[in-house]
């Protein structure tokens, strides 16, 4: 029996949309498209397009593509940590809040200068904004591509250590404790990451993370072959890390984001060693959380449902976002209508993930969406 169920507006705080400079990828339009198919009332776009988001200007340009959509989700944009995503020099922090920045971000690329962090962070917490980091540590992840697992053992694929994410995450906390500022870890992925932001909670800091989809549900052992649309950063983990990561969203140290991530097929054709990082999510997301979340680990729903929009306004707390997000539409969505993953019928203009075929019984109803 099919049921309906709403709740407050679904809000996915990581989200690519290659606009400016992929647009055969993504562009606001189709990725808007994607948000509202999956269900989202708002969603944070990150700033490494081409050219990188970090003047006003380039935030209002985002803005303007977002008001031509006829999708009823909202893009809240946010902004680059650093000059071009460098990590050699802090954007004009200030200006980019009074723009309307949803957050400060390099994602995709981690700060590694403490100096410049420390910085940053600083200046964000007396302007009361978030600070999100890409917890890669680059001097640990060097040439890797992919989690110890069968697949790099067969094939000899160079390896991604854990410590790429753990030694990021101290080092941010560190700064976090000095700073005041509030941080936000992305996309995490190990079972250790997991315990340093749930210490870190606990001792009080201002510290909040994400998983995403991908990492809930998979693990890098059951990865079948050469394929890139398996590949994503930070790499998949094992069945420990999947199984950590999803007790952590059950005790609440961990909200949902999706990091959407849209290739076109060219770029994701040549096998882990050259293809690029990341996976579509928006159309999935929703039936994925709950598939594993709900009904594999008997989360309660109206938790599983606060982890998509209550606990993402923690990080999107301050004055520039209060407009945007009053009023947002609820998220409807039909619990047990069974439906397979088509990437063909994606509103996105990419097709990159390994969930063709698969079946789930949670779809987003945006049509009933008040």
């Keep these: 029996m099919t049921r309906t169920v709403s709740f407050p507006g679904f809000i996915d705080v990581h989200v690519h949309f290659r606009d400016p400079g992929m647009p055969d990828a993504e562009t606001t ?21 081409s050219p990188a988001a970090d003047s006003p200007e380039l935030l209002g340009c985002q803005r303007a593509s977002a008001a031509k959509s006829r999708a009823g989700t909202i893009l809240l944009p946010s902004a680059c940590i650093t000059k071009g995503r460098l990590g050699r020099e802090v954007a004009d922090l200030e200006s980019l809040a009074a723009a309307g920045a949803a957050f400060f971000t390099d ?15 600083r200046r964000a917490a007396a302007l009361g904004m978030c600070v999100c980091q890409h917890a890669m540590d680059p001097s640990a992840t060097g040439r890797g591509v992919i989690r110890e697992c069968a697949l790099s053992r067969r094939l000899g694929l160079p390896v991604i250590p854990v410590r790429a994410e753990t030694d990021a995450i101290r080092r941010d906390l560190s700064l976090c404790r000095e700073t005041g500022c509030r941080l936000h870890v992305q996309h995490i992925s190990t079972a250790e990451g997991v315990s ?22 998979l693990d890098c052992d059951e990865i079948p072959s050469d394929d890139a649309n398996w590949k994503m950063a930070p790499p998949l983990g094992n069945g420990e890390d ?10 609440g140290v961990l909200m949902f984001a999706t990091d959407h991530a849209p290739h076109p097929q060219r770029t994701k054709s040549a096998g882990f060693l050259e293809s690029a990082n990341g996976i579509t999510g928006l159309e999935t997301a929703v039936a994925i959380t709950y598939a594993v979340m709900v009904e594999e680990e008997g989360m309660d729903e109206n938790a599983w449902a606060e982890a998509w929009w209550k606990k ?24 047990g209508e069974r439906w397979t ?30």
């Excluded at 948000?35 to 944070?44: Q, R």
Aim: some cysteine; proline content about 7%.
């Design 341 to 370: 993953v088509d990437p063909a019928a994606f509103s996105s203009k990419s097709r990159n993930c390994p969930y063709a075929g698969m079946v789930f019984d949670c779809r987003p109803d945006n049509k009933k969406a008040p």
């Design 242 to 251: 999947r199984a950590e990561l999803r007790k952590a969203v059950k005790e």
């Design 312 to 335: 993402p306004l923690e990080i999107l707390r301050n004055p520039a976002n209060a407009g945007s997000l009053s009023g947002l539409r609820r998220t409807v969505l039909s619990i």
């Design 107 to 121: 994602d995709g690329s981690f700060v590694s200068d403490a100096k410049v962090m420390e910085e940053a962070m």
């Design 196 to 217: 340093l932001v749930r210490d870190a909670q606990k001792e009080g800091l201002p510290v909040t993370a994400e998983a995403t989809p991908h990492h809930l549900l």
């Design 29 to 49: 339009e189709s990725g808007l498209a994607a948000a509202d198919a999956g269900g989202f009332a708002a969603v944070v776009t990150m700033p490494n397009t």
